[in-house]
């Protein structure tokens, strides 16, 4: 959640946090999808989700002009995905300014890049607007008349990436495709017993940090903020019912309770 502390050195998000507190609705606005983090090309920090037993998808996600690839934590309702520059994927000349992002934002404690993104699907309660300016981005990999609907700003290039996939559908829908294949449905049955995403809480080292999509999403109850430290992406899995909580740092700004 955000803090005094936070609010005054935002004046933006007093503001926005004033227009949509105590708004949270049902249906909600938006229904969170997945989260990412941006690691080094080959991602070797996959050892670290393996020995918190988690597994890995696996089929490794080629994102073709965007010069990326990922490998996936497949839940019921989602999934958490590490992304990493790969060489051997090419970059379109469109997508030139995002890959290098990518490569900033995967040496994230030099280059000041927020290395997390957190992805939304859309609602029947989605609005045709927000109370903010996005823009939209497209890359080979997406498909024919796909994007990205952005909600951090192009001017804030190392803030924490929000984003909403272009079009409807249910954050479930692989496991509703693949849960009953025994082959496939593998993937989705972890040896710790994590199954479903219930929460996510992102610490951010400055409110400047955070773009004014933060505020409204808090509002709305989709994803808790806070301000101080690192940047860290708290995760939740079942509401936390096994009572065990895994801090896979310092190798990924990742904390995960089940």
């Known amino acids: 959640m955000f803090t005094l502390r936070s609010l005054r050195f935002a004046p933006w998000l007093l503001a926005l946090v004033t227009s949509v507190s105590g708004c949270a ?38 994102h073709d002009g965007q010069g990326t690839s990922s490998i996936t ?18 970059i379109s000349p469109a997508s030139q300014a995002g890959a290098e992002k990518f490569r900033l934002k995967s040496i994230w ?18 609005p045709a607007t927000f109370p903010f300016a996005t823009w939209k981005i497209s890359a080979d990999w997406m498909g024919s008349g796909k ?34 294949d025994p082959e496939k449905k593998a993937m989705f049955e972890h040896p710790n017993g994590a199954r479903r995403l219930t929460g996510m809480r992102v610490v951010a080292p400055a409110a400047t940090s955070l773009p004014p999509a933060a505020a409204y999403l808090g509002g709305h109850r989709l994803l808790k903020f806070e301000v101080g430290g690192r940047w860290l992406l708290d995760v939740t899995l079942d509401k936390a019912r096994q009572g065990i ?12 309770h089940y």
């Open 25 to 62: 609705s049902y249906p909600p606005p938006l229904a969170l999808s997945h989260a990412w983090i941006v690691v080094p090309t080959g991602a070797t920090e996959r050892a670290l989700l393996e020995d918190a037993g988690f597994r890995i998808a696996p089929d490794v996600n080629r």
């Open 73 to 90: 934590v497949e839940f019921q309702n989602g999934f958490l995905e590490l992304i990493y520059p790969d060489p051997t994927v090419p």
């Open 109 to 126: 404690r030099e280059s000041g890049y927020s290395p997390i993104g957190i992805v939304f699907d859309r609602t029947l309660a989605t």
């Open 147 to 180: 994007f990205m609907e952005m909600l951090t700003p192009k001017e804030t290039p190392k803030s924490i990436s929000l984003s909403i996939s272009s079009h409807a559908g249910s954050a479930g829908a692989t496991y509703a495709a693949f849960g009953r």
């Open 245 to 256: 909580t895994k801090d896979l740092r310092p190798g990924l700004p990742l904390v995960v």
